[in-house]
Nanobody
Framework: EVQLVESGGGLVQAGGSLRLSCAAS????????IGWFRQVPGKAREGVAC????????TYGESVKGRFTISSDNAKNTMYLQMNNLKPEDTAVYYC??????????????WGQGTQVTVSS
């Protein structure tokens, strides 16, 4: 059974940091694009960061560039999202996801259950 399990969400003050983790089972990250997405109720899902299936290309959403860093430890089959200088507008449910081809906001093969991140002003 394929599973992605996020952890590390919570409440933080503006300017603070959080590190999200996503542990995968049932498949390996090798040859998969992996990424983080976020969604606020009533709004469209937003791509936050992605590592391509080759592992050579990393992309970030414009609103998080320079503040967030995506990484992965393929030996542990775990990906991470380091979030620094958090802003209230970063408040959302964050999802990790994986796909056999590429990162697509609504078309990833596998999704985690989501973890809430709340940034207070």
């Amino acid at each position: 059974e394929v599973q992605l399990v996020e952890s590390g969400g919570g409440l933080v003050q503006a300017g603070g940091s959080l590190r999200l983790s996503c542990a995968a089972s049932g498949f390996t990250f090798d040859d998969h694009a992996i990424g983080w997405f976020r969604q606020v109720p009533g709004k469209a899902r937003e791509g936050v960061a992605c590592i391509s299936s080759s592992g050579f290309r990393i992309t970030y959403g414009e609103s998080v560039k320079g503040r967030f860093t995506i990484s992965s430890d393929n030996a542990k089959n775990t990906m991470y999202l380091q979030m620094n200088n958090l802003k209230p507008e970063d408040t959302a449910v964050y999802y990790c996801a994986a796909d056999r081809a590429m990162c697509v906001t609504y078309g990833m093969d596998y999704w985690g259950q989501g973890t809430q991140v709340t940034v207070s002003s």
